[in-house]
């Protein structure tokens, strides 16, 4: 390397935690601000389904109950099973605080989000600082993570962001117990790895699972200096404990989950599937050019990419334009740090497994790798490259005032490169060499959009070039030209995502359009219990999950793991209504294009007796009897087993009576009566763990009908307690409690040793 005598050495000032971490609360708070001031609003997913989520399960603990249930959505489905109810994520249960007036205002959420985004920064800097990175230069890691692409386009789903927010601190103690074999670190780290998992979000906790394996790989294979053959083994140990300790702290949640999902909508998927929200080759171009293919947020659509709207986000692993210039200074003298190696490799590995179909990673590890074949929207892998590029935005500046003060002619190739970079790809879009052939009919308008947003990545680059060169040409001081940089990092990040999430509509107000409705279906609810169909083909008159929120019992609903069996395969949607209990039903009148709410007669109590059962294996065979005209639900119960008892009594004169005097979130009390030995009919879903106790002994709770319940109650008067007391949930809890406790004791026991051996 060629040098020059300096004139003066470039000295890298240095900041103090409390003003790093003020620093990434208050940019964020800037980027936020209309969040926060509630001028604009979080929109999408956490509108319709994050929101419904999180104040069902903070008003029903806030009441004194857990939510194990739900009976308000799709006729009644689990709850805490869902992993996406994040019930047990700690922070999820501080939100019952917040409950006032039998609600959950969204402010809360949208706080509970910001403060994980200002976390992730937090944690990514104290992360950059474990990896001797200078603390001003762990600011701009930590800033960089917190206001990334990824960061920002998926703030409407607060499982996402909850996890991610996490892994910095996760593999800050995860390294620290691999260098010093520390079980107190072991046991912090198995804790809030199994923590971050509570949050919610199963394809993430995959990836961070194998982002950690790969880590330990790293370090086992390239360690910092030659360690002998027991170290090694004590590295194997450490991990193992981190990792047995966060499967038995997440058992409460995992248990119930693993029972759910082989009896979910998301059962199994297939390859096909599985490249939904996948990269292309072309859209690595967003790494400069964030919006080149247009965007898709709170304001409407532009994107023309691949796939449909949503794809935006779920490809999007910008992380600034600064960013990208400051990772060149790694890439040009990768090979100086054993670090910057293994977070390029991961930086490259996640975009190359991103790409989907268009490369091999992802059939292969879909093929070979558990796991890796039960998910879509692949393009998620991306977060890895924004955690990788984050620090390594870090490590590269670091690198660039190494450079700077030994005079090295390669700081300006590089800035003439990235220079070079930025034109050559500004000319192509400006001649239409990148713009698509087959979408002739608004050639004219992508063009114009995509010359736009190309132009401004070349003003911000051309000016964070200028800063870094004028730094090392010591026209600008070290503080001055750093400070300059993260303006034009924060900058260039609100120009990219502030109105990303900027809704128009107000939660509250969404939800109160449909009061009169609401209401008029509650006062009817005081005399009976009936089910309500708010949609039909594309008309919905209330939210899909408005049920959590109003707490009115719909056939609706929204949640990735819907169960498989909801609607009875009846012969039409009226008779499968008739089944659930639906009084209340969307009426369309097609002429006019308007819906309306009617009510019906024909539909069936919520709780009935039938006389007469037939017993049918075959689930096709099944469908096809359910769905004849000799079906009748008010004279026959079908089963796919050999029920208890089997019943042929065609009196229809002989009727049971069954009247429901409790209905709690987890549990239905009766009383009921009847003339001869019968079925107690439940239009409640059927699932398992809700048991039946007749007089205080327990019954089995059959499946009938497809989808709903049916106990044996023998001739006479009897007191029915049906409750869900899911077998999976009382398993996992023990688990974690368990894990808990003896975690509790290793760390006490690890602080006392560590203050015997200081003596």
């Known amino acids: 390397m060629k040098k020059n005598k300096t004139t003066s050495e470039l000295v890298i000032p240095k900041i103090k935690d409390w003003q790093a971490i003020l620093t990434i609360i208050v940019l964020v708070t800037i980027f936020f601000r209309d969040i926060l001031l509630q001028k604009a609003y979080f929109w999408e997913d956490f509108l319709y389904?994050?929101?419904?989520?999180?104040?069902?399960?903070?008003?029903?603990?806030?009441?004194?109950?857990?939510?194990?249930?739900?009976?308000?959505?799709?006729s009644g489905t689990p709850f805490q099973a869902d992993i996406q109810s994040a019930l047990f994520y700690i922070p999820n249960l501080l939100l019952s605080i917040f409950v006032s007036n039998g609600k959950l205002n969204f402010f809360w959420l949208e706080l509970l989000i910001i403060v994980h985004i200002m976390f992730a920064g937090v944690g990514m800097y104290?992360?950059?600082?474990?990896?001797?990175?200078?603390?001003?230069?762990?600011?701009?890691?930590?800033?960089?993570?917190?206001?990334?692409g990824f960061m920002i386009t998926h703030v409407i789903h607060q499982v996402m962001i909850c996890q991610v927010a996490w892994l910095p601190i996760i593999?800050?103690?995860?390294?620290?117990?691999?260098?010093?074999?520390?079980?107190?670190?072991?046991?912090?780290?198995?804790?809030?790895?199994?923590?971050?998992?509570?949050?919610?979000?199963p394809q993430l906790s995959l990836y961070i699972f194998f982002f950690l394996f790969l880590y330990f790989v790293f370090e086992w294979v390239v360690p910092n200096n030659k360690k002998e053959l027991k170290a090694r083994i004590r590295m194997i140990s450490v991990t193992v404990l981190i990792v047995v300790i966060a499967i038995s702290f997440t058992a409460i949640q995992i248990l119930p989950t693993l029972e759910l999902a082989p009896l979910s909508q998301r059962a199994e998927i297939t390859y096909e599937k599985s490249q939904e929200g996948q990269l292309s080759w072309g859209q690595l171009i967003t790494m400069i050019v964030?919006?080149?293919?247009?965007?898709?947020?709170?304001?409407?659509?532009?994107?023309?990419?691949?796939?449909?709207?949503?794809?935006?986000?779920?490809?999007?692993?910008?992380?600034?334009?600064?960013?990208?210039?400051?990772?060149?200074?790694?890439?040009?003298?990768?090979?100086?740090?054993?670090?910057w190696v293994f977070f390029t490799g991961i930086s490259l590995f996640a975009i190359l497994y991103a790409l989907g179909d268009n490369f091999i990673l992802h059939k292969i590890f879909?093929?070979?790798?558990?796991?890796?074949?039960?998910?879509?929207?692949?393009?998620?892998?991306?977060?890895?490259?924004?955690?990788?590029?984050?620090?390594?935005?870090?490590?590269?500046?670091?690198?660039f005032f190494n450079m700077a003060n030994i005079q090295s002619n390669k700081?300006?190739?590089?800035?003439?490169?990235?220079t070079g970079i930025l034109v050559l790809l500004w000319l192509s879009v400006m001649i239409g060499f990148l713009q698509p052939t087959d979408n002739l009919r608004y050639y004219n308008q992508i063009h114009s959009m995509s010359v736009g947003e190309t132009t401004t990545a070349l003003i911000l680059g051309l000016i964070t070039i200028g800063i870094l060169y004028l730094i090392f040409r010591r026209t600008l001081s070290p503080l001055s030209g750093i400070i300059g940089l993260m303006i034009i990092q924060f900058v260039d990040i609100n120009i990219f995502g502030f109105n990303q999430n900027n809704g128009t509509t107000n939660p509250d107000e969404y939800y109160e359009r449909t009061r009169t409705l609401v209401n008029i279906i509650k006062q009817d609810a005081h005399n009976d219990y009936f089910r309500v169909n708010s949609r039909r083909e594309n008309y919905m008159i209330?939210?899909?999950?408005?049920?959590?929120?109003?707490?009115?019992?719909m056939m609706e609903g929204y949640t990735p793991l819907a169960l498989q069996r909801i609607y009875p395969p009846v012969k039409d949607f009226d008779h499968a209504c008739d089944l659930l209990n639906a009084k209340y039903r969307v009426s369309i009148d097609e002429q006019n294009k308007s819906m309306r709410l009617a009510t019906t007669s024909t539909f069936v109590p919520r709780a009935f007796f039938v006389y007469q059962t037939k017993i049918v294996n075959n689930e096709e065979?099944?469908?096809?009897?359910?769905?004849?005209?000799?079906?009748?639900?008010?004279?026959?119960?079908?089963?796919?087993?050999?029920?208890?008892?089997?019943?042929?009594?065609?009196?229809?004169?002989l009727k049971g009576n069954a009247e429901i005097t409790s209905y709690k979130i987890n549990s239905i009390s009766l009383k009921v009566s009847t003339p001869l030995s019968g079925y107690l009919v439940l239009s409640e879903i059927f699932y398992p763990g809700w048991k039946a106790y007749v007089d205080g002994e327990e019954k089995k709770v059959y499946r009938a009908n497809w989808s709903l319940r049916a106990i044996p109650i023998h001739a006479g008067e009897h007191k029915v307690d049906v409750r869900f007391e899911p077998q999976s949930f009382y398993t996992g809890a023990w688990i974690t409690f368990i894990t808990i406790g003896l975690s509790a004791i290793g760390i006490v026991y690890s602080i006392i040793r560590k203050k015997r051996n200081d003596i």
């Open 171 to 201: 593999l800050l103690l995860f390294r620290r117990a691999l260098a010093s074999s520390s079980f107190l670190y072991a046991i912090l780290c198995g804790l809030l790895l199994g923590h971050a998992v509570l949050a919610g979000f």
């Open 542 to 553: 209330l939210d899909r999950n408005q049920g959590m929120i109003d707490r009115i019992y």
């Open 290 to 339: 964030p919006k080149f293919f247009g965007s898709s947020g709170a304001q409407g659509s532009t994107f023309w990419g691949n796939g449909a709207y949503w794809a935006y986000w779920e490809t999007c692993f910008y992380t600034g334009i600064p960013a990208v210039i400051f990772l060149l200074f790694i890439l040009f003298s990768v090979n100086k740090n054993r670090y």
């Open 126 to 148: 104290y992360l950059a600082k474990e990896f001797k990175i200078p603390s001003l230069f762990a600011l701009v890691s930590g800033l960089v993570f917190a206001l990334s």
């Open 621 to 653: 065979e099944l469908k096809r009897y359910m769905s004849s005209e000799t079906f009748d639900p008010r004279k026959v119960v079908v089963f796919e087993e050999t029920p208890e008892m089997i019943l042929d009594d065609n009196n229809d004169t």
């Open 366 to 399: 879909f093929s070979f790798v558990p796991g890796f074949d039960k998910f879509r929207s692949i393009g998620r892998m991306t977060f890895l490259s924004t955690f990788s590029i984050s620090l390594l935005s870090g490590f590269g500046l670091q690198e």
């Open 411 to 418: 700081t300006k190739k590089i800035l003439i490169i990235s």
């Open 49 to 74: 389904q994050f929101y419904p989520f999180r104040n069902f399960a903070a008003v029903t603990i806030a009441n004194g109950e857990l939510p194990l249930w739900n009976p308000y959505t799709f």
